[in-house]
């Protein structure tokens, strides 16, 4: 790359709003409650914060279902909340990245209410209505993906209108020209404020293919997570790329702002067409989300990543949790040895170039929760009937302090119950104590940050056994950082001298004159020539 800019390396961690930290005793996280809590951010080690949507909304989908881009929901709190946040991060050298909604809006949006009250307003055409099938049911036989059709009839007119997730979440017709205006003011709104870049959410979406013609009834995701390989109608169309050039002509007009996409797909080379100097600066990079703790899985997809996305322009990112999956602690088993392959994974992303991406509180080793069905609230969940769990287990408040019920959170009823790790991980629990996973992050942090600016972003692969996972990146004074991951079920050896800088957790992890020792589900990283 022939510029370094802030967010090619950035450690970003991922504020769920709603979860954070209450102020005013409501139940429900707001920005005042993430601005008293910055400090432990900075303290933490991250370099920004990305913050998920905070504005008006009628909360159909937590906030997803955007009323008004360009104002603060009063359950969050206002827009000089949302000023006193970005002034207060940057005092504290943290930046501060804001959540778009571009796919959709709320359907109390007041474009779609001026639709929905006169059909024949030009308004309508600024969302994807559609008369009915020959059968007098949807137009086409597209899928929510929170289940169900993926259109509701308008009763007035008869019409159906499109909404890929719930019906309160109408799809905007990107083929119109006021559509693109809208969305480049609201750009610019939050530049001026001073944000330092952009989450887009499904970033792969935007565009429908013209004709909304059936999705082949043959295909079928062979993987839940991608929802977007057996909907090849209404995902990834070739106009949306276009978007973002235009979107990165506006961000390059101010101070080394970042765009980075939720494109949610499972192939590497469809999702780093969305990356480039012309275009996002970043895309989440997801398959290690669906992909098993192993060492022979990990080296073929971070190879294929660093390929796709170490580019000119454009850096990889890595993520293994976020508000809509699993937390990986409990993928990789859960209880303490699920939370020791947890760390030890993270420490092997940490080593890599590019952005790690980081959900809040999985610096407290938090699982995920079992949240009881009459106080589920995801959407997934109440679409489903209760037949699937939804997401909320991922979202559960942040447990600050040991004392029930509100563990420092809330004054008031969290507006999703703690469940019963929340006194024993809180962060209160955890400071002080140098064998807990929050001090195993902060030391994992600093360390990466000492290191960073002098190390090469090529990678180099070591070979050792099948259950390991090592490669190398050279220091510019001729040292290289290596990490070393043993997936196995075993204690094994690595053949290496070096001197030990950092362990993801267990203690018996050591290195001597010519070998690593290393436990099962365990991470080293080590200053060694090789």
């Known amino acids: 790359m022939t ?35 910055l400090p432990y951010l900075a303290d933490l080690g991250v370099d920004a914060v990305w913050v ?60 779609f209410q001026e639709a929905l009250r006169d059909p024949s307003s030009r308004l309508r055409e600024r969302y994807l209505f559609r008369k009915p099938g020959p059968d007098g049911g949807p137009p086409n036989n597209w899928e929510s993906v929170f289940g169900g059709p993926a259109w509701s009839r308008d009763e007035a007119s008869g019409e159906y209108y499109l909404h890929l997730f719930d019906r309160k979440q109408p799809d905007f017709d990107w083929r119109h020209p ?32 013209a004709a909304l013609t059936d999705h082949p ?41 970042v765009m980075v996409g939720e494109v949610f797909l499972s192939q590497l080379e469809r999702v780093a067409r969305f990356v480039g100097p012309d275009r996002l600066h970043q895309s989440f990079n997801f398959p290690l989300l669906a992909a098993p703790l192993d060492a022979q899985t990990w080296r073929r997809l971070i190879t294929a990543s660093l390929a796709a996305f170490e580019v000119d322009g454009a850096a990889p990112t890595w993520v293994l949790s976020n508000h809509d999956v699993i937390r990986h602690a409990t993928r990789y088993g859960g ?45 997934i969940w109440l679409r489903s009937g209760g037949t699937v769990p939804g997401r909320d287990g991922a979202r559960t408040p942040m447990p600050w302090t040991a004392q029930a019920p509100g563990h420092g959170f809330s004054s008031g009823t969290p507006w999703l119950p703690f469940g019963g790790q929340a006194a024993e991980r809180s962060v209160a629990a955890q400071e002080g104590d140098p064998g807990s996973t929050l001090a195993f992050y902060r030391r994992a942090l600093a360390q990466r940050r000492a290191l960073r600016g ?14 390991v996972l090592a490669y190398a990146r050279r220091h510019a004074d001729g040292d290289a950082l290596v990490c070393v991951l043993n997936t196995g079920e075993a204690t094994t050896t690595f053949a290496l001298p070096g001197a030990t800088l950092l362990v993801s957790s267990d203690p018996a992890a050591t290195a001597s004159a010519d070998a690593l020792t290393l436990p099962a589900g365990t991470a080293m990283w080590v200053r060694a020539q090789v």
């Open 217 to 257: 009834p043959s295909l079928e995701s062979q993987d839940a997570l991608f929802h977007a390989s057996a909907a090849p109608h209404a995902w990834d169309q070739p106009e949306v790329v276009d978007v973002y050039r235009r979107w990165r002509q506006i961000t390059d007009g101010y101070t080394d702002r």
């Open 3 to 37: 510029e370094a800019h802030w967010w090619q390396d950035a450690a970003v961690y991922q504020v769920y709003v709603r979860s954070f930290a209450d102020s005013d005793g409501d139940g429900v996280g707001d920005l005042p409650g993430i601005t008293a809590r």
């Open 454 to 467: 002098g190390l090469d972003r090529t990678v180099t692969w070591l070979d050792g056994p099948p259950d």
């Open 335 to 379: 209880g303490e040895q699920g939370r020791a392959r947890a760390r030890a994974a993270t420490l092997t992303l940490l080593g890599l170039p590019g952005s790690p991406y980081l959900y809040q509180g999985e610096e407290l080793g938090l699982e995920q929760d079992d949240v009881p069905g009459p106080a589920r609230q995801d959407p």
């Open 178 to 209: 006021a559509v693109h205006e809208e969305w480049e003011r609201i750009l610019h709104f939050w530049l001026d404020r001073g944000v330092d870049g952009f989450r887009i959410d499904v970033a792969h979406g935007l565009y429908k293919q």
């Open 52 to 111: 998920t949507p905070f504005y008006r909304s009628p909360m159909a989908d937590h906030g997803y279902d955007v009323a008004d881009q360009c104002d603060v929901d009063p359950m969050f709190g206002t827009l000089a909340d949302a000023d006193r946040l970005v002034t207060a991060a940057h005092a504290l050298g943290l930046r501060v990245i804001v959540d778009l909604v571009p796919n959709h809006s709320s359907d109390e949006h007041p474009w």
